[in-house]
């Protein structure tokens, strides 16, 4: 029995650390995945490996091409379109759960959280934003206390990072969405849930100004 827990360990290990490659594109879009590169880039045996794409793969974010191998997705521009169109009907529903559910120590939180983040852009690195940003979002959305709920918006965000232009490509669009952050909170202060919902939209729908028109081909 230990030494198949320590097998699943390692394998779970493995498959986090290469979806944290991947959505810090340190494996870019599109990208092969070889077999042998990711053994050696995390010290692990082929079955390992072999468990941990068939895990993203389940996840979506590497495609299984047959007789070919793993690659990073790529979204085509119709499939991030639909992917956030999904991602605003549950977020928007999230949000209402956060209205019912917040607490005035719920709000503190949050509204910490967003100085701490302005105050960051300036001198942190791309990746110390990111993880404060998934921070802010996590913290959010667990106000309303569906762990399914939450586990699905995770999942799609993390489907969408590969390949994304948005308005993060500029400090003043890290400003943007931190202000729409900070608007996030002060629906919550006033429990006004319509308010949320609407700020919300504009946050995940940000991306559509940094985009090429919606096409059926991949990018």
């Given at each position: 029995m230990a030494r198949k827990n320590t097998a699943e360990a390692a394998?779970?290990?493995?498959?986090?650390?290469?979806?944290?490659?991947?959505l810090g594109e340190y494996f870019r879009p599109g990208e092969w995945l070889k077999q042998a590169d990711i053994e050696n880039r995390y010290k692990a045996n082929r079955f390992e490996v072999r468990?941990?794409?068939?895990a993203l793969a389940a996840k979506h974010l590497i495609d299984h091409v047959p007789n070919r191998g793993y690659r990073v997705i790529n979204p085509s521009d119709r499939e991030r379109a639909e992917l956030y169109e999904v991602r605003t009907i549950l977020?928007?529903?999230?949000?209402?759960?956060?209205?019912?559910?917040?607490s005035d120590d719920d709000v503190a939180e949050l509204s910490q959280m967003v100085e701490d983040f302005e105050a960051a852009i300036d001198t942190a690195s791309r990746a110390e934003l990111t993880?404060?940003?998934?921070?802010?979002h996590n913290r959010f959305y667990s106000i309303g206390g569906n762990d399914l709920l939450i586990t699905q918006i995770r999942e799609l965000r993390d489907r969408g990072l590969p390949g994304r232009e948005g308005g993060w490509e500029t400090v003043a669009g890290m400003r943007a969405s931190n202000e729409d952050h900070r608007?996030?909170?002060?629906?919550?202060?006033?429990?006004d849930?319509?308010?949320?919902?609407?700020?919300?939209?504009?946050?995940?729908?940000?991306?559509?100004?940094?985009?090429?028109?919606?096409?059926?081909?991949?990018?």
């Open positions: 394998e779970i290990g493995v498959a986090q650390q290469l979806q944290a490659d991947i468990m941990a794409l068939s977020e928007t529903a999230a949000g209402r759960l956060a209205v019912q559910k917040c993880d404060l940003n998934m921070a802010f608007q996030m909170v002060e629906m919550l202060r006033s429990r849930g319509d308010g949320l919902n609407y700020t919300i939209y504009r946050h995940l729908n940000r991306w559509r100004e940094f985009s090429k028109p919606v096409t059926d081909e991949k990018s």
